[in-house]
């Protein structure tokens, strides 16, 4: 085995091992929103388990593949800027993943990374929902 391969592997068991960082600061608290009328609760992503969601729906419905270096770089950096939109059996039906950055001196610039929202939940407002409450905390 090459020594690339090694390290990569190496690299990818104590990527998907360690905890993000949202998990040990962040605490997110009630739910953001919640859309009675579709029984969508929007919130704050919180840990792990949310990680498999995010990629899975990204995966169904974004045509770019992204590995899972990509998740964590967002995710862990910008953990109060991940939000998902869950069902009322917890499943998630949309998600929205960000950064913000400082540029040019005290200029804040938002990046929407990834916007998704499962087949059978468009055109309810969520990929909406997700728009303006992020814009809020971009603010």
């Known amino acids: 085995m090459s020594e690339d391969v090694k390290l990569s592997t190496e690299l990818n068991k104590v990527v998907l091992t360690e905890k993000c960082r949202s998990e040990e600061e962040f605490q997110p608290h009630e739910p953001l929103f919640k859309d009675i009328q579709n029984g969508i609760t929007f919130r704050q ?21 992204y590995s899972i270096y990509t998740y964590r770089y967002f995710i862990y950096n910008w953990p109060k800027l ?22 040019l001196e005290n200029v804040r610039r938002g990046y929407i990374a990834m916007l998704a929202v499962e087949k059978n939940h468009r055109r309810i407002g969520i990929g909406l929902s997700h728009s303006i409450l992020i814009n809020f905390y971009l603010t």
Do not use: Q, R
């Not at 991940?82 to 540029?103: F, N, P, Q, R, Y």
């Open 82 to 103: 991940c939000l998902l939109a869950v069902s009322e059996d917890d499943t998630c039906v949309g998600t929205i993943v960000c950064k913000m950055e400082t540029h």
């Open 45 to 65: 992503y919180i840990g792990e388990s949310d990680l498999n969601s995010i990629i899975n729906l990204i995966a169904n419905d974004l045509s770019e593949p």
